[in-house]
């Protein structure tokens, strides 16, 4: 059965802190990994990854994947109160199968 | 505007109704996807539509209807609503298969069934 596990399920930190995400999954037919932020509507995409050890950024978050272990994490460096959210990973395999998600919450 | 549009927004319905929920895109995006959101499942995908008139089922399709008569509208229909499909709906588009994984959400609509 495919799974996506998302780590941890919810975070506290201050502003200017540096966090760490994690996505660890096993599914059949991967084809790439998403993550999403998701504020208090609609999720938005941030990256799409499909290959290993090629990291991608976007201002202040960078993601990486590693396909031989199965996990992905999202970085987000000097944190700000707007990053407050809940990240979602998303494999694509057959369709989009979705974790849990993190809930972020940054104190100012 | 350009983007996709959900309606209604809010709705409470009563068990054993029907309900349509309504998503519209103006990307021209060929996949179109319906997906409910709860605590402690995440995203589960219930249909998608790879082009007009060509459907399949998700992860959760039962309860569900959907059409794709236009490319722009994706409806989905809850032919005789029940307390467990009490939930947020989002619908989402994308482009073609090989990126179809990068979706674009609307802004949901959230249904209570009573």
């Known amino acids: 059965e495919d799974k996506v596990v998302q780590s941890p399920l919810s975070l506290v930190v201050h502003e200017g802190d540096t966090v760490t995400l994690n996505c660890s999954y096993e599914?059949?037919?991967?084809?790439?990994l998403l993550w999403y932020k998701q504020e208090k509507k609609a999720p938005t995409f941030l990256f799409m990854l499909?290959?290993?050890?090629i990291e991608k950024k976007s201002g202040r978050l960078s993601s990486i994947l590693d396909k031989k272990e199965l996990f992905s994490i999202l970085n987000i460096t000097a944190t700000q109160t707007g990053d407050s959210a809940i990240y979602l990973c998303a494999i694509g395999a057959n369709n989009l199968f979705f974790g849990t998600g993190t809930r972020l919450t940054v104190i100012p | 505007d350009a983007g996709i549009t959900q309606s209604p927004r809010y709705k409470i319905t009563e068990t054993g109704r029907q309900v349509t929920l309504m998503c519209h895109q103006t990307?021209?995006?060929?996949?179109m996807f319906w997906y409910r959101q709860d605590l402690g499942h995440g995203l589960r995908l219930i249909y998608y539509?790879?082009?007009?008139?060509?459907?399949d089922k998700g992860e959760v399709p039962d309860g569900y209807v959907v059409s794709r008569s236009k490319t722009e509208n994706f409806p989905l229909t809850l032919e005789s609503a029940t307390r467990s499909q009490t939930s947020v709906y989002f619908c989402a588009s994308g482009l073609d298969r090989g990126r179809s994984y990068e979706q674009y959400f609307g802004p949901g609509t959230r249904l209570t069934v009573t």
């Open positions: 499909t290959s290993s050890g």
């Open positions: 990307w021209s995006h060929s996949y």
């Open positions: 539509s790879a082009a007009a008139d060509i459907t």
């Open positions: 599914v059949t037919n991967f084809r790439s």
